[in-house]
């Protein structure tokens, strides 16, 4: 039997156990066309909190009573489509179930790398073009700057801190637990910053009292505040996400808001899904440095298809060191 999560109730703040239901699907014949697909990986992410929302955005909210969706790695069973065959390993849309019919131009066979297929979710996948092209493209950062970026011990985050080492950068990670810390220093990060231990912008201030040319902003809230009072003149900020605030009702305030005049702070958000386009470019700069090891990847695994809200739901506690992940 075919089962998949549904979206039971709309959450107010952080959602709950309670908003998602698991029920039996029935699937759609086998079109022209069309693959049926055993998930093996499900993606759980962040912005799948946007979606809870009946809100317009630049992805159509989930529906209530209605499977999710989400991105997921698995094997092609059945294949009514030229090119995909038994066996194939493909990426697509139709995660937070275990099975899927989806047609075969919204599935992608996954490049030829010597690598987990899991990293195709990580940092091969999303997590890492994003990291890349905030970086690198959004954020402009060059070698020799200072980049400071938040949520470091994260999917996104310790791709950040690696690329940028990579690329002859000076990086301050900030992170919510000693052990996590303790990860983003492992990765090569030369300042890292507790912020459940102290104030976030008197730590920045003591490891770098000289500002920052950068800012990856995972988090929102008072490290995008932190990140304002230490920019240096015409620093540049790529804000990626703000899973501080996805739960929260009050809008944040902002004590540093005006240093953006003073000193010609750039802010630009971006969405990775901009950039889908320019993958071969992400492959080919991203490909050999995890080949090298000078890009490593480190995943949460929760097993089970039952596990996938508890999974959801610890994005939001910190529970994930790493990319977060459901195996099937
Ligand atoms: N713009 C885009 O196209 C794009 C694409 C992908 C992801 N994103 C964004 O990038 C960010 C990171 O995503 P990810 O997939 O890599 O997730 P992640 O960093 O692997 O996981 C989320 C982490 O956020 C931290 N966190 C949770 N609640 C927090 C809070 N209230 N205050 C501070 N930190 C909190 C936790 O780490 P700690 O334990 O260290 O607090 C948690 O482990 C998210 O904001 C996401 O929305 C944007």
């Known amino acids: 039997m075919v089962r998949a999560w549904h979206l039971k109730s709309r959450p107010h703040g952080l959602p709950a156990a ?34 809870m929302n009946d809100a317009k955005s630049y992805i159509a909210p989930f529906q209530l009573g209605e499977p999710m969706d ?26 937070w179930r275990d099975e899927a019919v989806v047609p075969a131009r919204a599935v992608n066979k996954l ?20 990291a890349w092209f905030g970086l690198l493209d959004v954020a402009a950062a060059k070698p020799g700057e200072t980049v400071f970026v938040s949520a470091a011990a994260g999917a996104v985050g310790s791709a950040v801190v690696q690329i940028a080492k990579a690329k002859g950068m000076t990086v301050v ?22 912020y459940k231990a102290g104030p976030i912008r008197k730590s920045l201030a003591a490891a770098v009292p ?13 490290h995008f ?7 240096r003149n015409h620093a540049r900020f790529a804000i990626c996400g703000m899973i501080g605030d996805y739960n929260s009702a009050e809008p944040p305030s902002f004590r540093f808001m005006t240093r953006i005049i003073a000193a010609r702070i750039r802010i630009r958000g971006f969405l990775v899904i ?22 490593t990847s480190r995943d949460t695994v929760y097993d089970g298809l039952e596990a996938a809200p508890d999974a959801f ?16």
């Open 225 to 231: 505040d932190a990140a304002l009072a230490l920019a």
């Open 173 to 194: 990670g900030s992170a919510g637990a000693a052990d996590k810390c303790n990860y983003v220093r492992s990765l090569g990060a030369d300042h890292v910053l507790d």
């Open 313 to 328: 739901l610890g994005l939001f506690s910190g529970a994930n060191t790493g990319k977060m992940l459901v195996r099937l």
């Open 18 to 51: 309670d908003d998602f239901e698991l029920k039996d699907v029935a699937l759609p014949e086998l079109g022209e066309g069309m693959v049926r697909v055993r998930n093996r990986w499900l993606s759980v992410d962040p912005y799948m909190r946007g979606r």
């Open 70 to 95: 989400g991105g997921a790695i698995g094997e092609v069973l059945e294949s009514r489509a030229d090119g995909f065959a038994p066996g194939d390993l493909v990426q697509h849309m139709a995660g």
């Open 210 to 222: 000289d500002g920052i040319d950068v800012y990856f902003d995972n988090v929102g809230g008072d």
């Open 111 to 130: 490049p030829d790398f010597a690598v987990e297929p899991q990293q195709f979710l990580g940092v091969l996948g999303v997590p890492g073009a994003t």
């Open 274 to 295: 901009d950039y889908m386009g320019r993958m071969g470019e992400f492959y080919a700069g991203m490909a050999p440095l995890v080949a090298s090891g000078a890009v």
